[in-house]
């Protein structure tokens, strides 16, 4: 963060599937929404607060939360990844309507089930993703 700067207050919004997701939106410009992993959150995950700060200083809209069932973000029941998918539908609206979406781990295969899905993704920035090419396909 630059010296000076004051660090976002949480905002929550509903998703279409009722949780609350919590989240930290910074800077203007396009948009990057992050996808963390299974077990990082906001609170734990100083690194990609890092990567977002620095990506909203150089011109960008970043937005990073906790997935459903994590620090801030209450599920309405059991998640699962229609849960998942409405909180990253929920970010992109945030960010502006279209997004990058940077997924860490297992968010990878979450952002590209968005992408998959339609949701309007630009493109997508993946790294540590849990997935075999020579698969035919994971069991949902």
């Known amino acids: 963060m630059a010296p000076g700067a004051a660090a976002p207050l949480t905002q929550h919004v509903t998703t279409s599937r009722g949780d609350t997701v919590g989240y930290d939106r910074r800077g203007e410009g396009p948009a ?16 990609t607060t890092e990567t977002a700060e620095l990506l ?42 279209r997004a990058t979406l940077c997924g860490h781990s297992s968010g990878c295969a979450i952002a590209l089930r ?19 090419p020579a698969a035919r396909g994971v069991p949902e």
Do not use: K, N
């Open 32 to 47: 990057v929404v992050f996808v963390a992993g299974a077990g990082p959150f906001r609170a734990i995950d100083p690194q």
């Open 56 to 97: 909203a200083e150089r011109g960008f809209t970043t937005v990073v939360h906790d997935r459903v069932g994590r620090g801030d973000s209450v599920p309405e029941g059991r998640v699962d990844l229609a849960d998942e998918l409405a909180a990253v539908r929920a970010m992109i609206d945030v960010a502006g309507g």
């Open 114 to 132: 968005a992408a998959v899905e339609g949701l309007p993704v630009d493109r997508l920035v993946l790294f540590e993703a849990p997935l075999d």
